[in-house]
């Protein structure tokens, strides 16, 4: 259900699943060594191999700048999510208590 305030309108779900594919996408970027390292066998050539691992050596430069920033987004979009999907269920729970007590 999107979150809606005024002229802010948060599409919560799209919101949260974009922070867990960030999560993944970082996951995967730091793996890359190790999953370079388990295909060694499969490429059936070792020029092959060889050119996979010296791309990969080489790839540092900016990888580790990525991967900061792709985590303080993954972050931010996690924290938005639960402190509206928070502020949500704390409001429906103030009218519903609301609707209580009134006469």
Do not use: Q, Y
Not at 76 to 100: P, Q, R
């Amino acid at each position: 259900m999107p979150f809606t305030t005024g002229d802010l309108r948060v599409d919560l779900p799209a919101l949260d699943l974009f922070a867990r594919r960030l999560d993944v996408m970082v996951d995967t970027m730091v793996d890359t060594p190790s999953r370079v390292n388990a295909v060694d066998d499969h490429l059936g050539h070792s020029g092959a191999s060889d050119a996979l691992h010296a791309f990969v050596k080489g790839w540092k430069d900016g990888r580790g700048k990525l991967e900061r920033e792709m985590n303080a987004l993954a972050k931010m979009g996690h924290s938005v999510v639960e402190t509206l999907t928070e502020t949500d269920i704390g409001l429906k729970n103030a009218v519903t208590n609301g609707k209580k007590n009134s006469p």
